[in-house]
């Protein structure tokens, strides 16, 4: 089954059983191949209701007509998109989908609320649709890199719903070979089992046969595997007596070799995943460039009216304080019938919200000192150009210090501009003693002003350890150190995120050390250059 095959079938099963079967998470972006299937979508249901990552609950649920409530004297609302229930959604730029709007389209689903939703995914990386919303649709379909010569005749099949006879061991079989591919969730044995029938009506057939299992496991089972099964060899089953062909019921029990079902679930993956799967499990992203997001109350994306808690710099939300007060308007006026106007008491009132995020400043703290300090700052240098061509995408500044001799120093303040990086990395001083100590400080130092002006600050070291000056100046390497694990323990205090990029021939166990004391990665990286350096710390950022 060719990826647009197997999409247009997920599109004309939806369509015989689009409430059962939840809906169809769409991977891929802008191309041919996909404005084929939005048209086949508009064929579907030409008035189907386009959500948008965004949306706040008052567009879904409905919300209250303060208006025309204060004019007539009654609640007035109006309904929400939600209402529309023999409608089909499609939600574009799932994979931004804020965690309400998720959690909600997720209820909406378990009750029946709408006709299937059918969620564009033009996620990069680690971007993806929320688990609890992928896990509610059955099917998942790969757009991309699909020949212009498979999008032809592709308009699905609409059949009338018919009564099906299922195989008695089908749903035991589904549910085997769910744990054998590591699939935890309940939804997909019975997604697989609804998509079967739905086959089999698309096909015009009263029973379930093979075909039908095959196309479902394949449709349903291949995007949720995480594991390769455990190719073990089954018993022989017990010779049953021949039953003529007349006499067998449309019922009859259908035990597919696994080998048949794996094969049709192995063929379904996308391309890589099998080596993601066999490969051991890494952390889970944090995100993909920009810093953590801050709530508050005068910029950035809207979000949910609160009730006011006891905190200063809050702003009144006058149209959700009106909403929660009116429908109590009635006993209030009949408590105190003197009054005029609205009677809002405190319980009302509601604060506004906004929630940006913040960007994050990579500071990089380079050892320039001793005979290899023009080699690791052109490793620098070719570094932070590179992070700073992609500092726009990433909301990413950059800031440089340099540390040699006796002291550090701060050669550029965090910035995006990319001419003046460039000028101020022209001449880097190199040479002298190593206070590693005075560039974990000045490090800290930047960080802190950075986290003052609202941005998140992660500090990178580039160094090969050999810290031989302390803070004072003198040229004592115990006491240079210590004033390196204290200035660890700081910028551990601090909360800052950290990397330690070990530049020395041999990993380094004591920078090792100081990256466990500062609460960061290690990565050793021996004859780095600027595009490894990158490299690992984009990984890391990562991580």
């Known amino acids: 089954m060719t990826p647009w095959h197997r999409a247009c079938t997920a599109l004309a099963l939806m369509a015989v059983d689009p409430v059962g079967l939840g809906g169809i998470t769409v991977k891929g972006r802008s191309s ?7 048209a086949l979508i508009g064929e579907m249901d030409p008035n189907r209701v386009k959500l948008h990552p965004a949306m706040a609950s008052d567009a879904l649920d409905g919300t209250l007509d303060i208006a025309a409530t204060l004019r007539g004297g009654t609640i007035v609302q109006h309904a929400g998109l939600l209402a529309c229930h023999d409608r089909l959604f499609t939600l574009s730029m799932a994979e931004r989908t804020a965690p309400y709007l998720a959690a909600r389209l997720a209820m909406a689903l378990d009750a029946g609320e709408m006709r299937g ?19 509610r649709l059955a099917f998942c379909v790969t757009l991309d890199d699909i020949p212009m010569a498979d999008l032809q005749d592709t308009q699905p099949i609409l059949p ?3 009564r ?3 195989p008695a061991d089908l749903p035991e079989q589904l549910v085997v070979l769910a744990v054998q591919l590591g699939i935890h969730s309940l939804r997909a044995p019975s997604f697989a089992l609804r998509a079967a029938c739905a086959h089999a009506i698309l096909m015009g057939r009263k029973a379930v046969i093979q075909d039908d299992i095959v196309t479902a496991v394949e449709l349903v089972f291949a995007h949720r595997a995480t594991q390769l099964p455990q190719q073990d060899t089954p018993p022989p089953e017990p010779e049953q007596p021949d039953t003529p062909p007349a006499e067998q019921p449309l019922s009859e029990d259908i035990s597919l070799p696994d080998d048949m079902l794996l094969e049709a679930v192995l063929s379904a993956l996308p391309k890589g995943l099998l080596d993601k799967i066999a490969a051991p499990k890494s952390k889970s992203a944090k995100g993909s460039g920009s810093g953590r997001k801050i709530t508050g109350s005068r910029r950035g994306r809207p979000l949910p009216a609160r009730d006011i808690t006891a905190r200063a710099n809050t702003r009144i939300d006058l149209i959700a304080t009106l909403r929660a007060a009116i429908p109590w308007q009635t006993l209030r006026k009949a408590a105190q019938p003197d009054r005029t106007g609205p009677i809002i008491r405190p319980a009302d009132l509601r604060a506004k919200r906004y929630q940006h ?23 620098a240098k070719g570094a932070i150009e590179i992070l700073l061509s992609e500092a726009y995408a990433r909301r990413d500044h950059v800031a440089l210090i340099a540390f040699r001799g006796s002291d550090a120093e701060i050669l550029l303040s965090p910035t995006r501009s990319l001419v003046q990086t460039k000028r101020r990395l022209a001449s880097l001083p190199g040479g002298g003693g190593t206070p590693l100590a005075a560039g974990l400080l000045a490090a800290l130092d930047l960080s802190q002003n950075a986290q003052k002006r609202g941005q998140t600050p992660t500090i990178i070291v580039l160094t090969d350890g050999r810290s031989n000056v302390a803070l004072d100046g003198s040229p004592n390497r115990k006491q240079a150190s210590e004033d390196a694990i204290a200035g660890a ?9 950290s990397i330690v990029i070990d530049t020395s021939i041999r990993p380094n166990n004591d920078l090792k050390s100081l990256a466990d004391l500062m609460g960061g990665h290690y990565i050793p990286l021996p004859r780095a250059d ?12 990562r991580d």
């Open 164 to 166: 099906i006879e299922v």
């Open 357 to 379: 995020l913040s960007d994050r400043v990579l500071i990089f703290a380079v050892d320039a000192s001793g005979s290899a300090a023009i080699a690791r700052l052109n490793e």
């Open 117 to 135: 939703l059918i969620a564009f995914d033009e996620g990069i990386d680690d971007e993806k649709t929320p688990d609890a919303l992928a896990d």
């Open 530 to 541: 600027a595009k490894r350096v990158s490299a690992a710390v984009s990984d890391s950022l």
């Open 489 to 497: 323990n700081s910028l551990r205090s601090s909360g800052c995120d």
């Open 32 to 38: 041919p191949a996909r404005d084929a299937f939005t």
């Open 160 to 162: 009338p719903p018919g």
